[in-house]
């Protein structure tokens, strides 16, 4: 018996994306269409006493200019999701107010690019300039200015969160070894390669559609529905290929709104686009921070308490920052076994980019100080860090941070596999001979868990629908959105091997709100898992129908029926058989009936796990730090498409490094302003930085909540990659870097001071 | 009073994946914007418009630029081919398609046509290089989702492969 789920099969997204043919929201042209452009701010914070927009009105080819006069002021989530706890209801389309450098204060929209660009240019903004603060310390001092009217104030984007679980008193005074240090974190940004862009019109009826690069279109819908006053039915998203997203296009834009107003007033389609530079000012970053660790530990490793005080930078609005600050926070109850924790997570706003949603939401920065924290006292008490991460490692049963209790023991088994393919052991400067040289490398490790949904910040829902056509083939209905990952092809096979249909019979319908089910949006990790198990739900009963059907024409007990590729047998009764078409074919003068399946699932949650080993080379004349190999371990559960799950591991690793780095979106302490805003200054690894990556994926631990057993895999990879180079580095010149990014100048400092301790 | 922009456009002939197009261009449009809106070839995407990202890479005369790069009025009688032109025929993919679609070398696609453009532009010069060569030869192309990886398994897969068929590049 054949069975598409664990095949490489060619993705059924990506022909057209090497043939070009492949449609993403800025390739639409509408007949008439004006081109829209955004006025943004250049200061970081101001009242807005007065903006003039008669010269550029005036402008031939201007043909309609938006400020906070003339769009409607309702406060609006950030980031859509459905009245999560997750976000913050602090924006405004336009305010009166700006928070940031390069906050949109109008919109233009004229008959080129060139002209609203020169319209933007030609409006002037009087600002009553209030008093800024770029840091968490500046926000939080006393005499701080308030960035918004709504929240608990002091600039906190929400209370702070807490977790306390045991006795932590207790567990530090059995502790033999208490450790703690605080850990820093840089403002890494997603820089997915296609711009935020979206076209809007509307119908004679009023009936609002938007093509909008989007993780959740359901959500834009919802918001854009809530802001302008519609009905769900008059508005409609649509988004059929995207160039990624990673988690920061769930938040919906000021352009997304503005687009549609500008399109509602000049009754003509508008497109808006942004630079790459607008990408980075109005894009959302990773929350920056400080994460205050401290640990105690008996001499044999066991670690008996732990207490953490998180901080993160908001930035301007509050976008994810709850769920973020949550998530966090609750991730340190974790990975490392400990039964008395007391955890505090606080975010903060400032007058700086809006930090929102992106992959790894909180656990790169947490488990950055917790596993390098781990590396730090392995070295004190002298145990390998290996042996300890897999002493404390999370086990069967062990309650995750969502309060569930964990399935398999999926962390052990990455430590394990891992030590074992790289031969650990020998690899680390206790095993190894000393080296001289300028170069030197080192070998350090990171782990990671993580879950595959929102739960339960968000009770999600997964949604699909599977319809048999009269010929046997099968269209799928799915509301999730194609980031890049293959998920439309994962949940095909899904699809395909649930029904015993042939993965090629089925075809995806994605993308439109008006026709596809209800979704939450692409993210949390979990499309396969949940999306994937609604898919698994629906093709069920569309089977159950066919083979209904098939019974009766082969008058035996449908009980008795298998089907796979299409082709139907009955047990025990060799050479009967019947195809699905055979099956439900129409008869004369009788239609085929109408076959559906509507699945519907709410997930709890699964943890996936990895650990990571990492090579380092050092420069020790240059500072350069390469990365020379990565071997990445994950245990996802049932992998449904090999190749898709390893890209993701990848590529995660490929952004991982970046952030631990060299990547760092740079804002002006004195004003605000943003200053690295490109491609050339915001430093990415390219081809030439990348190592070899030698992926290991594990199946050990399958969760049953998932289809078939499979668990998500989008966000883990970027986690544990951190600390393992920075432990590594370590490893490599003896030095312990706790914040990222790790950069030339700093390592050629750090080294600078080691040889004056070591001549002094 | 600022002036208002005013678009004086001149005719250019461009050879596009062969064929030969006759269009009016304002002096100030970039090739790029030239084959997307002017063309209508959106396969060539823009990822930064500034020469940083190489998602918009096109051959011009057979060399590979950044098309947010070149204006178009300097294309004037050259020949562009652009991901729409790299397969042989209607029906068949290019090897570097076929593998990029087998290999997982594409995710969210987007930085794909510039690297398959600047893929083939590197085998056209040599069949065989070697990992380091490869990334190289990507070394202006941005791609965020795949590490590199396995584009770099697709490419040389795809050199190993028309080794093999002997088959000619075109």
């Known amino acids: 018996m054949t069975s598409v789920i664990g095949k490489s099969v060619k993705r059924t997204d990506t022909l057209g994306k090497v043939t070009g043919g492949a449609v993403y929201a800025g390739d639409v042209v509408l007949p008439g269409m004006l081109f829209g452009r955004m006025k943004r701010s250049t200061v970081a914070h101001a009242r807005i006493a007065s903006i003039d927009v ?121 502790a033999e070894l208490i450790i703690e240090g605080e850990y820093g974190m840089g403002r890494p940004t997603p820089a997915y390669m296609e711009p ?167 656990v790169v920065q947490s488990y950055y100080a917790l596993d390098i924290q781990m590396d730090e006292v392995a070295e004190t008490l002298g145990i390998d860090p290996a042996e300890l991460k897999l002493k404390n490692a999370v086990r069967e049963g062990d309650i995750a941070p969502s309060n569930h209790p964990l399935t398999g023991h999926g962390l052990e088994d990455c430590i394990r596999r891992g030590i074992m393919e790289t031969g650990w052991a020998t690899r680390r400067a206790r095993g190894r001979a000393p080296q001289t040289g300028r170069l030197k490398r080192g070998w350090g490790m990171g782990c990671e868990m993580h879950g595959s949904s929102a739960y339960p910040g968000i009770k999600e829902q997964g949604n699909a629908v599977v319809r048999m056509n009269e010929d046997g083939s099968v269209t799928l209905l799915t509301g999730t959105t194609g980031l890049g990952t293959g998920a439309h092809t994962a949940l095909a096979q899904i699809t395909a091997e649930e029904l015993g249909v042939r993965f090629e019979d089925v075809a995806v319908v994605h993308g439109d709100t008006d026709v596809v089910p209800w979704d939450i949006g692409a ?47 009955v047990r025990g009764v060799p050479g009967m058989r019947l195809t699905v078409r055979e099956a439900i ?43 020379l190999q990565v071997v990445p371990v994950h245990e996802i559960g049932k992998v449904i498409h090999p190749i898709a799950a390893a890209g993701q591991i990848e590529g995660g690793i490929q952004q991982g490094i970046g952030h631990t780095l060299s990547e760092d979106y740079v804002i002006d302490p004195k004003d605000g302003r943003s200053l690295n805003a490109s491609f050339v200054d915001y430093k990415m690894p390219l081809a030439m930085d990348m190592p070899p990556i030698r992926t290991i994926i594990l199946e050990t631990a399958p969760s049953d909540g998932g289809p078939f057993g499979a668990k998500g895999v989008g966000e883990d990879p970027i986690i544990a990659i951190g600390p393992a180079i920075a432990n590594a580095i370590h490893d490599a010149i003896g030095v312990r870097f706790r914040h990222y990014p790790i950069t030339p100048e700093q390592i050629l400092a750090a080294l600078a001071e080691k040889a004056g301790e070591q001549a002094a | 009073m600022t002036a208002p922009i005013t678009t004086v456009a001149m005719p250019v002939t461009i050879t596009i994946n062969g064929e030969a197009r006759d269009l009016a261009v304002a002096p100030f449009r970039t090739l790029l914007d030239v084959l997307r ?36 009025v300097e294309v004037d009688g050259r020949a562009v081919t652009t991901i729409e032109g790299i397969a042989p025929e209607p029906d068949r993919l290019h090897p570097l398609q076929e593998s990029f679609m087998a290999l997982g070398a594409s995710q969210c ?56 068929a002997g088959q000619p590049r075109e």
Not at chain 1, 113 to 126: F, Q
């Open chain 2, 37 to 72: 809106n002017e063309a209508g070839l959106t396969g060539t995407k823009k990822g930064c418009d500034v020469g940083d990202c190489g998602a918009c890479t096109v051959l011009l005369d057979g060399e590979p630029v950044n098309a947010c790069l070149v204006l178009a």
């Open chain 1, 523 to 569: 993210f949390a990790s979990h499309t396969t898992f949940m999306a994937g198990r609604a898919c698994q739900m629906a093709a069920a009963q569309v089977k159950a129908k066919v083979l209904a059907r098939a019974a009766d024409k082969l008058e035996v007990s449908a009980a008795d029926l298998e089907v796979q590729d299409s082709v139907i047998t």
């Open chain 1, 585 to 627: 074919a129409a008869e004369r003068g009788i239609p085929a009936p109408q076959l559906l399946g509507e699945g519907s699932y709410h997930p709890t949650k699964a943890y996936s796990f990895g650990a990571h080993f990492v090579e380092v080379e050092v420069d020790t004349e240059t500072g350069q730090v390469s990365v």
């Open chain 1, 54 to 174: 008669s010269k550029a009105l005036a402008l031939p080819g201007v043909k309609a200019i938006l400020t906070h006069a003339d769009v409607p002021r309702v406060l609006h989530y950030g980031s859509p999701h459905p009245r999560s706890a997750s976000v913050t209801q602090d924006q405004y389309i336009l305010d009166t107010k700006v928070r940031y450098w390069g906050e949109g204060v109008a919109a233009v929209a004229a008959t080129s690019e060139e002209i609203a660009e020169l319209a933007c240019e030609l409006i002037t903004v009087d600002y009553e300039p209030l008093p800024a603060v770029f840091t968490v310390d500046e926000a939080l001092a006393p005499a701080a200015p308030k960035i918004h009217d709504v929240g608990p104030g002091g600039n906190l984007v929400l209370d702070p969160f807490l977790i306390k679980r045991g006795d932590v008193e207790k567990g530090f005074a059995e």
């Open chain 1, 196 to 362: 935020n862009v979206c076209l809007c019109q509307w119908d004679p009826l009023g009936k609002l559609t938007i093509w909008t690069s989007t993780q959740s279109p359901f959500m834009v819908r919802g918001t854009l529905a809530e802001v302008l006053g519609l009905p769900l039915n008059k508005v409609r998203v649509l988004v059929d290929h995207m160039g990624g997203g990673f988690g920061a296009k769930q938040d919906l834009f000021q352009h997304e709104f503005l687009c549609a107003l500008l399109a509602q007033r000049t009754r003509r389609p508008v497109r808006m686009e942004f630079t790459r530079k607008e990408t980075f000012l109005g894009g959302r970053t990773r929350h920056p921070g400080t994460i205050w660790l401290r640990q105690g530990f008996k001499r044999d490793g066991t670690i008996t308490a732990r207490e953490a005080k998180i901080v993160f930078n908001s930035g301007a609005y509050g976008s994810h920052g709850p769920g973020v600050t949550a998530v966090a926070t609750a991730s340190l109850t974790s990975l490392y076994r400990c039964e008395n924790v007391r955890l505090e997570g606080r975010c903060v706003y400032t007058n700086t980019p809006i930090a929102g949603a992106f992959r790894g939401y909180g």
């Open chain 2, 109 to 164: 696609g987007f930085c794909t046509p510039g690297i398959i453009v600047m893929a083939k532009a590197l085998l056209d010069r040599n069949p065989d290089p070697t990992e380091d060569e490869i990334r190289f030869g990507l070394a202006g192309n941005i791609c965020r989702c795949t590490g590199y990886t396995k584009i770099v398994e697709a490419i040389r897969a795809t050199a190993r492969q028309m080794a093999a």
